[in-house]
C-alpha cells in the first residue's frame, strides 16, 4: 500500500471482527513502530500487547471503576456534567478491551534538553516546568511511535485507535499486569492504550481544519 493510502486509510477504530491476529503481526508493528524517532533516541517505550480475554476484562473493570469514580464525585458537584462525563466514559474507554489485540504503552521519563542546565542556573520554574509539561519530549516521541504503529496497522489490514482518555486507570492497570507479573518495571507508567484488530466497516471520522486555518507558510 502506498504510504499516502495508509494515511487517508487510517482512522480511529472502536469496533472490530472477531478475528485473530497473529503474534507475528503485533511483532511486524511494533517493530516498526520501533523505528520512530525518539529525543536524543532514547526510545523511552515499551509495549504489552495483550490477547487474553480475562486479563483484558480485568483492564476494562479497572477502567469502569476509575470512571465510575470520577461520575460520582462529579455528581455531588454538578450532575449533568457527571452524566455528560459518564456517556463519554462509555463510549470511548471501555470499547478497547473488546478489541482482539489490546495494546498497552509504557513510558519511561525523558529529561529535555537545557532541563537541568536551566535548574542548575536557578531558571524561573515557569520555564522549566513548561519543558516538561506542554513541550514534554518523552510524549512527543511516544506520540511518533504509536503514530507508526497505527499507519504499519493499516498497512496490514488492521484498525487502531490511540487512546490517553483511560490514563486516569493507568496505575490500577499496571497493577493487574505486575499481578500477573507481566510487565513489572516501576520507572514505567502507562500512558495510552491501543485496541488493535481487523476493523467493522463503517468507521466514520470527524472532519479536518483548512490547511489554511493549520499552514502558514513563509517565503
Ligand atoms: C493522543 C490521542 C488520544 C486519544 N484518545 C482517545 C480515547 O481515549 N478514546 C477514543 O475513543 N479516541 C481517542 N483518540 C482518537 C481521536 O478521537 C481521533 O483521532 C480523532 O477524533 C480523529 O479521528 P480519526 O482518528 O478517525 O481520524 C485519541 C487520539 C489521540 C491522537
Not at 92 to 99: C, G, P
Given at each position: 500500500m502506498e504510504l499516502t493510502d495508509t494515511i487517508v486509510k487510517r482512522q480511529s477504530i472502536r469496533k472490530f471482527k472477531d478475528i485473530d491476529v497473529p503474534e507475528e503481526d503485533i511483532k511486524t508493528i511494533i517493530e516498526a513502530a520501533s523505528k520512530a524517532p525518539s529525543g536524543k533516541n532514547i526510545q523511552n517505550w515499551h509495549f504489552v500487547a495483550i490477547k487474553n480475554k480475562e486479563l483484558k476484562e480485568k483492564i476494562r473493570e479497572a477502567v469502569r471503576v476509575k470512571n465510575e469514580e470520577i461520575v460520582n464525585r462529579m455528581a455531588l458537584v454538578d450532575e449533568e456534567k457527571a452524566e455528560r462525563f459518564l456517556k463519554f466514559a462509555r463510549n470511548?474507554?471501555?470499547?478497547?478491551?473488546?478489541?482482539p489485540v489490546l495494546i498497552i504503552v509504557f513510558a519511561t521519563d525523558y529529561t529535555p534538553s537545557g532541563y537541568l542546565e536551566l535548574k542548575f542556573l536557578g531558571a524561573d520554574e515557569s520555564l522549566t516546568d513548561d519543558l516538561k509539561g506542554r513541550k514534554n519530549p518523552g510524549m512527543q516521541s511516544i506520540g511518533a511511535a504509536v503514530t507508526i504503529l497505527s499507519l504499519k496497522a493499516v498497512e496490514l489490514g488492521y484498525g487502531t485507535c490511540y487512546m490517553t482518555s483511560a490514563n486516569y486507570a493507568g496505575a490500577l492497570i499496571q497493577n493487574i499486569l505486575k499481578e500477573e507479573e507481566v510487565f513489572c518495571k516501576d520507572d514505567y507508567y502507562m500512558c495510552a492504550m491501543v485496541p488493535l484488530g481487523v476493523p467493522e466497516e463503517g468507521a466514520k471520522s470527524p472532519g479536518r481544519k483548512s490547511l489554511e486555518e493549520i499552514y502558514t507558510f513563509v517565503k
Open positions: 470511548f474507554t471501555l470499547f478497547a478491551a473488546d478489541a
